[in-house]
DNA sequence: TTAAATGCAAAGCATTTGCTAAAGG
DNA sequence: CCTTTAGCAAATGCTTTGCATTTAA
C-alpha cells in the first residue's frame, strides 16, 4: 500500500491526526482528480465522522505545503492531485469530461524561453486543451 | 471609437438594448482582464441602472455565442476578453499580479499533435504561466 | 405585437470561518 | 499541557434564477 501522501505530511511536521491520515491515504490511492466532495465521499467510506471542513482544510494544508496541486480543469469546482506525479497537462474530453495526462518537456523549455524574453523566470506551467473525439 | 462588440453581437442576431449596448462598449474599450464586478463598475459609469445580474447574463450569452472568452487566471473570479485579440496566452507575475499576454502558435501546433494521438481534436488551448521576476 | 431582456431579490453552490470540544506530540 | 485540529453550523463570495415589467424588432 502506497502511503506516499502520509509520509510528505510527516516530512513537513504535520500533526497525523485521524482524520488527516485516511484523507491521505485517499489522496495516495487516487489516480484520478477527485473534486473535495469526491474525496471527502472517499474518506467517508473509511470513516465517517470526517466533515467536509476538514477535508477543505486538509486540502489547502497540503496544497500550501506544496503536496497537493489545485487543477481547474472548466468546472466549478477544484480538483486535486499530489505534485509528486511529475509535471504533466491535462487534455479533456469536452463530451465525456475524461481527462488524460501527457507530458511535453519540449513545449514546457518552449514557455520557459518566452517568460524569459519579458523577464520572468516561470514557477508554474498550466496547460489545459479542450477538445472532441475526431470525426474519424 | 471601437464598437466591435456591439457588431459582433447584431451579426449574431443579438437584440441590442440600452445595457447591452454600454456593455459592449465597456468590452470593446477594455485592454485588461476584468471581472464581471469591474465591469459591472464600469457599466454603471455610463449608466448605474444596469444591474449586476445582466452583466452576468451578457457576458454567458456573448461567451456561448463565441464572441468573448473566459478565464480563470487563478483567482476565484471569471475574467473576460474579447475572443477576437487572436489566440494568445497568460504570463502572470506571481508577485505584481501583472499580467503579459502572448503568443507561441509553434507550440499551439505541438499541442494540437499531441492531442490527435490522443484521438482528440482540440477546440480550446490554456496555457498559464506563473512566474517571477528574473534575480539577472 | 411578441419573444427576448431587465431589475430585483432570493436562491444556489463551493468554500471558508468562528467557536468549542477533542487530541496529538 | 498546550498548541493544533475536528466538527458543526453559520457566514461568505461569486454566480444563477424566478418573476413581474419593460423593450427591441
Redesign the pocket.
Known amino acids: 500500500m502506497d502511503i506516499s501522501i502520509e509520509r510528505l505530511c ?1 516530512e513537513n511536521g ?7 491520515r485516511v ?1 491521505a491515504r485517499v489522496l495516495s490511492e487516487a489516480t484520478d482528480h477527485p ?3 469526491e474525496l471527502h465521499r472517499r474518506a467517508n467510506r473509511i ?1 465517517n ?13 497540503l496544497e500550501a505545503k506544496g503536496i497537493l496541486s489545485r487543477r481547474d480543469l472548466g ?5 486535486y492531485e499530489p505534485s509528486g506525479d511529475g509535471n504533466h497537462f491535462h487534455l479533456v474530453d469536452k463530451e465525456t469530461g475524461n481527462v488524460i495526462e501527457f507530458e511535453t518537456p519540449e513545449v514546457e523549455d518552449a514557455l520557459r524561453i518566452i517568460a524569459r524574453t519579458h523577464g520572468l523566470e516561470v514557477d508554474v506551467i498550466k496547460i489545459e486543451l479542450f477538445g472532441r473525439r475526431s470525426a474519424k
Not at 50 to 61: E, F, G, H, K, Q
Not at 75 to 79: F, I, K, L, T, Y
Open positions: 510527516i504535520l500533526k497525523m491526526t485521524g482524520p488527516r484523507i473534486d473535495v466532495e470513516d465522522r470526517i466533515s467536509l471542513a476538514t477535508v477543505y482544510r486538509t486540502v489547502r494544508l468546472s466549478r469546482r477544484a480538483r
